[in-house]
């Protein structure tokens, strides 16, 4: 079955640092990946995407991700955290049909 | 981008009710889905709202439990019937436009009590 796969329930970062969120896939053929953050109490939004093209893509607040194929990873990165980044971070895929499929989630505490 | 206002944003209802959840999208898009998400846990796609016709459910999901309406190409209801405590859930709109982001209305927050 294909799926994505986000190891960490939580990563804990201080302010400055750099910050890595893990995502891994399990897809047939050409992957579509979206990474999303989730505030507290608010809906989903939008960071990036990775359809075709430069394995680097960047996205909203400075947020990045590489899509590795050899590692099905698409990692998202960002080289300075801030606290206001703290939230709850989606891997999302799609294998080119209409369902997104979510990973299971990464909070991400960033800090002072 | 598209802008998605989903209401109610909240409530509390009686057990054995049901609430009709509002989406409405502020341009047309292909598609609009329905997921359920328990708080700071992964979403779970109820539906597919088809436009003119019926939803597409997954798993676990039945139509007489969630009836879902699509009349247009911007606005789709969700509605959950005969509530039971197992029922209060995060409910969450979205809409996509063939293969780009999707975009997420601010979800319902359901108790059922």
């Known amino acids: 079955a294909q799926s994505v796969a986000q190891p960490e329930d939580q990563v804990n970062v201080a302010e400055g640092n750099p910050l890595t969120v893990k995502c891994t896939y399990s897809?047939?053929?050409?992957?579509?990946l979206f990474w999303y953050v989730q505030y507290p109490n608010r809906g989903l939004q939008f960071l990036l995407k990775y359809i075709t093209g430069d394995n680097l893509v960047k996205g909203s607040y400075g947020f990045e991700a590489e899509f590795n194929k050899s590692q099905t990873s698409f990692p998202q990165k960002k080289p300075s955290a801030l606290v206001s980044d703290s939230a709850l971070y989606f891997c999302i895929f799609t294998g080119g049909g209409n369902k997104l499929t979510f990973g299971t989630g990464t909070q991400l505490k960033v800090e002072l | 981008s598209a802008v998605i206002s989903q209401k109610p944003s909240r409530d509390i209802c009686q057990r054995g009710t049901s609430l009709t959840i509002q989406c409405q999208v502020d341009?047309?898009?292909?598609?609009m889905f329905w997921y359920r998400q328990q708080p700071g846990q992964s979403l779970t796609l109820i539906a597919t709202a088809n436009q003119g016709s019926e939803a597409t459910y997954e798993s676990g999901f039945v139509i007489d439990k969630f009836p879902i309406s699509r009349p247009n190409l911007t606005f789709s209801t969700l509605t959950v019937s005969n509530m039971s405590p197992e029922d209060s859930s995060i409910y969450l709109c979205s809409a996509r436009r063939g293969d780009t982001e999707a975009f997420f209305g601010q979800g319902t927050r359901l108790t059922v009590v």
């Open positions: 341009s047309q898009v292909t598609m």
């Open positions: 897809v047939s053929g050409n992957p579509y």
